[in-house]
């Protein structure tokens, strides 16, 4: 028998849980029948759910957790009083061993302060980052940090380029992917220092990719470069703002097919071509947050998202465990500081050696 | 005869000048018949083109100007080597009480540290600040600072806000603005005091408009408030993500009328419908940033855009003018800093009289 791999899945975190949770791990036990659930939450709600899920009921054990966190609590709450939330356990599963991933949709601080603290950052990563993918005009990239940490020193931006680069090359499949800097244009603007000397580093250190420069916001579209790397502040705004932008164009589009006769007729003419553009661009296919530099695997679905993006989300974190993206991290490390392989590799924890254990 | 409103033109500053600075201006005299300009660049190459634009021809007047401040030039060079630019001595125009305002398609942070220097900022400002207006599902919003300042401290923050919601109820007609600061959600994250103590401060004291607290980067395109302020980097970011994001988009929207027959069929019926769409978020209707918070009126105007974007930052400078724009934000400063008013509207240097003489 094949040896599984099993899923930790917050199954109280997000807008609609836990019913998007059982209704998307449902839809991806179908597309990895390998894969295993750990489902936690509270066990009164879940048991009588489950009885809707035929396949999940077989692949799934239910973990009661009698607390949850909830969208707005802080941090730092979240880390005093979590201890027996769906969060915590479901993250702690994948410290002990027992898991291989974890995947929510709840609370993005709270989950990212919980699994820091769990399953703590690789050696040689000084900071834990979120990166996400967006759609450009070539195909996609990875933009981080796309939230995690406000401030950033040339050294975490480096950090976040090569865990970016070491993502592009495994899951994306880019050979040697082209890294850049966020930045604003203007080369001799104050509060660029961090920036300068951290394209300096990526000059002079071994890169998983190769860095071709500093890029404006406007350039993460047109996939000018595969991995584009920028504070959490200013990672998040913009990511924020291509969300914000592609729904006011959806709302002046909609507009626009509305506005006369011909336009409606225009419409029922190109309808199959527009649904074929909302696949193409469908805000759930790129649904799954990856935190990366942890010594473990986990994901962070929108916390809005229905059954399809989250299990978009399972199958990001089944792509990290796949290719086996933390040891490659290490490795590319090793390489970056040079020190010789393993040396950084020091203690690989349970954790991460579950994390990719299936796929060595 | 109606006294001329005399409007400074940096002639050799962006992409395609001097001609679209000269065909925009000629587009302007059009719509503005009671406006003079002074147009600053190498007069050898101004007089021979001046002869195709007849309407110009009447209301302009060349001054020679030796030097031209080139795109990539950084700021600090621009000071120390643009004595006799076009850009500087359009903006020197304004300081002497020549010109009411200044418009430039030139190199933006050069444009920015020349306008600082020869024109001062305002007495109770502590930095100028850029801003920008915005299509949103509900109209139009401001944002800043959309580039002059990469860090800012709350005064700053609270300064721009004062600003930002005078030019709404002046030159967008907002009669109580709804003023915000951009954050990223978590209430919690480092790198927020700045934002804290600002929104603190924007409750505590008299402002031209009412705060609604933070708001994300995609609640700009709802237009959610109507001016949102923060720190130069991560607006010109937001603004540069919208930027790339609209032009995917149109991207996208091109290639689905191309996929199949019924689509092309489709787009001849909905032709006139994006024919309008297209004029409706033109960005050359929203070309004109503002340098605000300067003893005199200066609009930059995009570096690649073309006569009719060019004449539309004229527009916004006439606003700027016509609303008198300066001698608010001076009225508004007195009240936010409580004390009487005219105390904080120390000296009023010639500059400003004269930007907005003409409607005083």
């Known amino acids: 028998m094949q040896p599984k791999t099993i899923i930790a899945l917050d ?3 997000g807008d609609h849980a836990p019913l998007i949770v059982l209704a998307g791990a449902e839809m991806a036990s179908l597309r990895h029948p390998e894969v295993g659930f750990l489902l936690f939450g509270d066990e009164a709600r879940l048991i009588p759910l489950l009885a809707d899920y035929p396949r999940l009921q077989k692949s799934a054990i239910i973990r009661h957790a009698s607390d949850v966190i909830t969208g707005d609590m802080k941090p730092s709450v979240a880390l005093r009083q979590g201890r027996n939330s769906s969060m915590r356990l479901a993250i702690q599963a994948v410290e002990t061993g027992e898991a291989a991933c974890v995947v929510s949709a709840g609370n993005t601080g709270a989950f990212m302060a919980l699994a820091k603290f769990v399953l703590k950052t690789l050696p040689g990563i000084d900071r834990p980052a979120i990166s996400g993918l967006i759609p450009t005009t070539k195909g996609e990239m990875v933009l981080l940090d796309i939230g995690a940490n406000v401030e950033c020193d040339a ?13 592009a090359k495994t899951v994306l499949g880019i050979e040697n992917p082209s890294l850049a800097l966020l930045n604003i244009g203007s080369e001799e603007m104050k509060g660029h220092d961090e920036l300068r000397a951290a394209a300096a ?3 002079e250190r071994p890169m998983p990719g190769h860095y ?3 890029v404006e916001a406007n350039d993460i579209l047109t996939g000018k470069a595969d991995v584009v790397v920028t504070d959490g502040f200013t990672g998040n705004s913009v990511l924020k703002a291509i969300e914000g932008t592609s729904k006011l164009m959806g709302h002046f589009l909609k507009q626009t097919f509305a506005s006369s006769l011909f336009a ?8 199959g071509a527009f649904a074929r553009l909302r696949h193409q661009i469908d805000p759930r296919k790129y649904n799954g947050a990856m935190l990366l530099g942890l010594q473990g ?5 929108h916390g809005g998202t229905d059954a399809d993006g989250f299990s978009n989300a399972i199958s990001v974190a089944m792509n990290l465990i796949k290719y086996n993206f933390n040891d490659r991290i ?3 490390l ?3 500081y040079g020190v010789s392989d393993g040396q950084v590799i020091d203690q690989p924890a349970a954790a991460s050696a579950a994390a990719s254990g299936d796929a060595a």
């Open 201 to 203: 580093l990526m000059q």
């Open 264 to 271: 409606k007729i225009g419409y029922l003419f190109a309808k």
């Open 11 to 13: 199954a109280m975190g």
């Open 334 to 336: 090793a390489r970056h």
């Open 212 to 214: 071709v420069g500093f």
């Open 297 to 301: 695997v986990a994901v962070k679905s």
């Open 155 to 167: 050294e975490n931006l480096v950090q976040f380029s090569l865990m970016g680069a070491v993502f």
């Open 330 to 332: 290490r490795v590319e």
